[in-house]
């Protein structure tokens, strides 16, 4: 039962901001939501996490609606680097949860 | 950033024989640690939770006598494939979790791609 729900894939113009949006309507008072992307044949690297308040950080911003029933994840000005698959997962704050990956968001940015 | 690496970065070996993936935190103490392996086209799927000092959590349909995990240290453990066989070729990527920030976030190795021969 997946917990978010992603769009496949999305393009974005080199320079322009990236909008990636993410539906978790099940989410729990106690579960964060995170955001991590994986460029090809790499580990997967943390973006930024967030549990109600809108987040920003030197890699990207994160908006949460008021009802935590959906966010997004913004990359102000996307470079061919972003380039990546998105994941966004939803986890209570536990050192012992681990990350349950679903398929993520394809982002292609085009020159 | 917490820093995780991984050893080797890519190993290929014949059929039967076994493999080991060292995994470190470099600087944090991760008192838990996740391995996840990776199939072509796929995501992400967990395989493991590994505490330190004790014997590690599998999940549904691996196999604890074939993938052994050891912890033995809050900044080591390592994943050994025991009798590897090519339908073990993945991609297989370990996290550790640091408290920062007022939530605990896992942090990924580079990932160690296996070929098994």
């Known amino acids: 039962d997946a917990k978010t729900t992603q769009p496949t894939s999305m393009d974005c113009a080199e320079g322009r901001a990236a909008n990636l949006p993410c539906n978790h309507s099940?989410?729990?008072?106690?579960?964060?939501v995170y955001w991590y992307r994986q460029i090809h044949s790499q580990g997967p690297q943390y973006i930024i996490h967030?549990?109600?308040n809108n987040e920003t950080n030197e890699m990207a911003s994160l908006i949460i609606t008021e009802d935590r029933k959906s966010s997004t994840l913004i990359l102000p000005h996307a470079t061919l680097r972003d380039t990546a698959v998105y994941y966004c997962?939803?986890?209570?704050?536990?050192?012992?949860?681990?990350?349950?990956f679903g398929a993520g968001t394809r982002l292609t940015v085009k020159p | 950033g917490a820093v995780v690496s991984q050893h080797p970065s890519r190993v290929i070996c014949k059929s039967g024989t076994s493999v080991k993936i060292e995994c470190r935190s470099l600087d944090f103490q991760a008192t838990t640690m996740f391995w996840y392996r990776q199939f072509p086209k796929q995501s992400l799927m967990l395989m493991a939770t590994s505490n330190e000092g004790s014997k590690a959590t599998y999940e549904q349909g691996v196999e604890k006598d074939k993938f052994l995990i050891n912890h033995a240290s809050l900044t080591l453990s390592t994943l050994t494939v025991t009798s590897a066989h090519p339908e073990d070729s993945s991609f297989y990527i370990c996290?550790?979790?640091?408290?920062?920030?007022?939530?605990?976030?896992?942090?990924f190795g580079p990932g160690t791609r296996l070929t098994v021969l």
């Open positions: 997962i939803v986890r209570p704050y536990s050192t012992h949860n681990d990350m349950r």
């Open positions: 967030g549990l109600k």
């Open positions: 099940t989410i729990s008072g106690n579960e964060y």
């Open positions: 996290s550790g979790t640091s408290a920062s920030g007022g939530a605990d976030t896992q942090y």
